[in-house]
C-alpha cells in the first residue's frame, strides 16, 4: 500500500513537471522575439481636408501718396502731424513765398514796359499811316517823287512790325507772369488725396531743393480702411494661387486673432533674391476698426483648394515602408501631372500610393490607393477594403516601445 501511495506520488509530480515545461516552451514560441518588428500605428479618418499655401506678407494702405514740392525752399510753416487726417487740397505746409513773390513783382513790372512799348509802337504805326496817305496824294499831284513815297512806305512797314514785336513781348511777359504765379501758388503744399498723414520727412526752417526730383515731404494714406497683404509667393506654388481664392492672415500684435481676404492680384514681375524666385500677391484686409497699421508682418495663409468628405491618411502613413521593403526594387509607376509631395499639399490628377496594414498572420500588408489632396499632413486617398477607423503602419517601434529610427526612404516616393 505504501509502494502504491510512492509511485501515485511520482507520478503526479512528472505530470505537473511535464506540464510546467510544456508551458514554458509554449510561451517561449509564441513570445514575440527581440528581432519581431512591432508597429506604430494610425487610423485612417473621414472629413474634410483643404490645401493652402502659406507666407508672409507686409500690410499696406491700398493706396498711398507721397506729397513733394517742385519749388526750392526753406519750410516755413507746417500745418498737419503725424497721424493727422486731411482732406483733398487742404494745405498742409510752406514753403516761403518771398523770393516767388518778387520774382512775381519783377514780371509784372516788365509786363508793364512791355505793354507801353506797345502802345509806342501803336502810336508810331498810326503816325506812319497818315504820313503815307499825304505822300500818295502829293505823288498823285506830282508834288513828290515816287522815291519819297517808298520811303514812307518804308517808315509805315517798320512801325507794323514794330507793333507786332510789342504784342509778341507783351505774351511773353504773360506768360512769363502766369509762370511765376504759378510757382509762387506750389509754395503751398495742398493734400492731394482725402487721408491720412503716416509720414512726414521734413521740419520748419528746413530747407529743400527740388531739383531731378521732387522731395518727399509727406506720406499719405488714401483709405486705412481698406488695406493689403503683400506677400511673396514661392515659384514652387504660384500656379496653385488665383485672384478670387480666400485667404487668412495674422499679425504678431493681436495673437489668437484671424483677418479674412482674398487675393486680388498675383504679380508677374518675378523678384530674384539670392537666387530664390518669388512672385508678389496682393491679399485684401478690410480694416473698419482701423486697428491694423501699414508695416505690420502678415503670415498668411491662402486656401487653394479644399475637400467636404473624404477619406484621410496621415503622410507618415503613405512614407512608411516596413523593414526588407525598401531594399527591394522600386516598383515602376508611371507620372503624374499635377502631382505633388505630402508636404506641398498640390491638388491634381490623381496618383498612386500605398499603405500598410496588419494582416490576419500579424505581418505587414500593402494596400494600393490613390492619392489626391494632401493639407501638409494628411492626405485624400481611396482604396479597395479601406474605411474610417482603419489602422495603418506609420512607423517601427524598438523594443522597449520606444519610436526607432525614422522609416528608411530611400523606397520610391509617393507623388500626392
Known sequence: MQVSNKWRSRAIAAVILLAVVGGGVWWWQSSPSADTPRFRTAR????????????????????????????????????????????????????????????????????????????????????????????????????????????????????????????????????????????LGRTEIRAPVNGVVIKRSVDVGQTVAASLQAPELFLIAKDLRDMQVETSIDEADVGRVKPGQKASFTVDAFPGRSFNGEIRQVRKAALNQSGVITYTALVSAANPDGILMPGMTANVRITTDSRADV???????????????????????????????????????????????????????????????????????????????????????????????????????MPF
Do not use: C, H, M
Open 44 to 183: 485612417l479618418e473621414q472629413g474634410p481636408i483643404t490645401a493652402v499655401v502659406s507666407s508672409s506678407g507686409t500690410l499696406n494702405p491700398v493706396t498711398s501718396v507721397q506729397v513733394g514740392t517742385q519749388v526750392s525752399g526753406q519750410v516755413k510753416n507746417l500745418y498737419v502731424d503725424f497721424n493727422s487726417p486731411v482732406k483733398q487740397g487742404e494745405l498742409i505746409a510752406r514753403i516761403d513765398p518771398e523770393t516767388f513773390e518778387y520774382r512775381v513783382r519783377q514780371v509784372e513790372a516788365d509786363l508793364e514796359a512791355a505793354r507801353s512799348n506797345e502802345g509806342r509802337a501803336k502810336v508810331a504805326l498810326a503816325n506812319a499811316k497818315r504820313e503815307l496817305a499825304r505822300t500818295q496824294e502829293l505823288v498823285a499831284r506830282n508834288f513828290v517823287s515816287g522815291a519819297e513815297l517808298d520811303a514812307k512806305q518804308a517808315t509805315y512797314d517798320l512801325a507794323a512790325a514794330d507793333l507786332k514785336n510789342a504784342q509778341a513781348v507783351i505774351r511773353q511777359r504773360e506768360a512769363s507772369l502766369a509762370s511765376a504765379r504759378v510757382d
Open 311 to 413: 477619406l484621410k491618411a496621415p503622410n507618415a502613413a503613405l512614407r512608411f515602408r516596413p523593414p526588407g521593403e525598401a531594399a527591394a526594387k522600386p516598383e515602376a509607376r508611371p507620372a503624374t501631372r499635377g502631382a505633388s509631395d505630402a508636404s506641398g499639399g498640390r491638388s491634381g490628377p490623381s496618383a498612386r500610393g500605398r499603405v500598410w496594414v496588419l494582416g490576419a498572420d500579424g505581418k505587414p500588408k500593402a494596400v494600393e490607393v490613390r492619392t489626391g489632396l494632401s493639407d501638409g499632413s494628411a492626405t485624400e486617398i481611396s482604396g479597395e477594403g479601406l474605411a474610417a477607423g482603419t489602422d495603418v503602419l506609420t512607423g517601427v517601434l524598438g523594443g522597449n516601445g520606444t519610436a526607432a529610427s525614422a522609416p528608411n526612404r530611400s523606397g520610391p516616393r
